[in-house]
């Protein structure tokens, strides 16, 4: 009976999660009331509020789970071993965030227009993203150190964070079918010459 009841209790978070997920795909977070995922999902208000303290804490759940994809489509340029495939590993990272903010295009607009309206929000969103720049400073360090990047006038933790935040904007623009990010083609290109000329002085090809 107890494996039973969490497996009931899985899927009925997992039920409030999806219907968060497709009522963000037609509203606006702003719009959104907890009766209306109470109505989508069809669960009692006690059983939301069992599992969830509002909105915002449903939101926070969803980004967690898409950012534990997004720091896998990361493992590219941070695990790459050599020069001759740093170019290739950069375009393959970046190509896979292009495609985790258009699957999960509802979800991570939220995130980016909401974030500074609830203090739990703001930690998550910002942890995040100091997540995403720390490990991109350790790999900067680390090609610096081996000679692969010659430059150090920039604190490689701030070209890490402007590289992250430059990216969080250009993907949301995307999700948001804004010209001409919408073309996930010239996204993930722009991105790519991005790094590869801001870290590695790469010309244009």
Wanted: glycine share 6%; net charge negative; charged share 30%.
């Amino acid at each position: 009976m107890a494996r039973e009841t969490r497996r009931e209790d899985r899927e009925l978070r997992r039920n409030i999660l999806d219907a968060t997920t497709r009522l963000l795909g037609r509203c606006k977070f702003a719009d959104l009331t907890v009766a209306d995922i109470l109505a989508e999902a069809g669960i009692s208000r006690g059983s939301f509020y069992f599992y969830f303290q509002g909105k915002h804490e449903v939101l926070a759940e969803l980004v967690r789970q898409a950012i534990d994809q997004g720091h896998k489509t990361s493992a590219s340029w941070l695990g790459h071993r050599d020069e001759s495939d740093r170019r290739a590993a950069i375009r393959r990272s970046i190509a896979d965030g292009a495609q985790l903010w258009s699957e999960q295009a509802a979800v991570l607009r939220a995130i980016v227009e909401h974030w500074r309206d609830d203090p739990a929000l703001e930690e998550l969103w910002r942890g995040q993203m100091d997540s995403f720049a720390k490990t991109t400073a350790e790999r900067i360090d680390a090609d610096r150190a081996a000679g692969a990047i010659s430059h150090h006038a920039i604190d490689s933790q701030t070209l890490a964070a402007t590289l992250t935040w430059l990216g969080e904007r250009l993907y949301y623009l995307a999700a948001t079918g804004t010209p001409p990010f919408d073309n996930q083609s010239e996204l993930v290109d722009v991105l790519t010459h991005m790094w590869m000329t801001t870290l590695y002085a790469e010309s244009p090809r």
